[in-house]
Nanobody, 124 residues
Framework: QGQVVESGGGSVQAGGSLTLSCTVS????????WGWFRQTPGKEREGVAA????????YYADSVKGRFTISRDHENNTVYLQMNSLKGEDTAMYYC?????????????????WGQGTQVTVSS
């Protein structure tokens, strides 16, 4: 069992930047990937970014490529999502979770203990 705490969300104007943080604690296993996911009412949850355990390889959804960057800080057990050139369509609740990547698609692992997420709102 473990838990994650997301932070860093807020309200920004289109074209702005924001950095999200995910602090991980209490995990007795090390997943192969960590990922960021987002969800809006009436929409399917979308995996937007993932990073390998060692932080050497990253994956991104087409919708955020070139704008978002995922990274991790091993010392602080934290995963980050740097978001640039934000658009209105990026507005969502963002979550961090253990992940897997299959054929370039980012999926959350089973038995994740989801945090409350952090809200990102982009206005024009």
């Amino acid at each position: 069992q473990g838990q994650v705490v997301e932070s860093g969300g807020g309200s920004v104007q289109a074209g702005g930047s924001l950095t999200l943080s995910c602090t991980v604690s209490g995990y007795t296993y090390r997943p192969g990937y960590w990922g960021w996911f987002r969800q809006t009412p009436g929409k399917e949850r979308e995996g937007v970014a993932a990073i390998t355990r060692g932080g050497s390889v990253t994956y991104y959804a087409d919708s955020v490529k070139g704008r978002f960057t995922i990274s991790r800080d091993h010392e602080n057990n934290t995963v980050y999502l740097q978001m640039n050139s934000l658009k209105g369509e990026d507005t969502a609740m963002y979550y961090c979770a253990a992940a897997s990547v299959v054929l370039g698609r980012i999926y959350s692992n089973a038995n994740n203990n989801w945090g409350q997420g952090t809200q990102v709102t982009v206005s024009s």
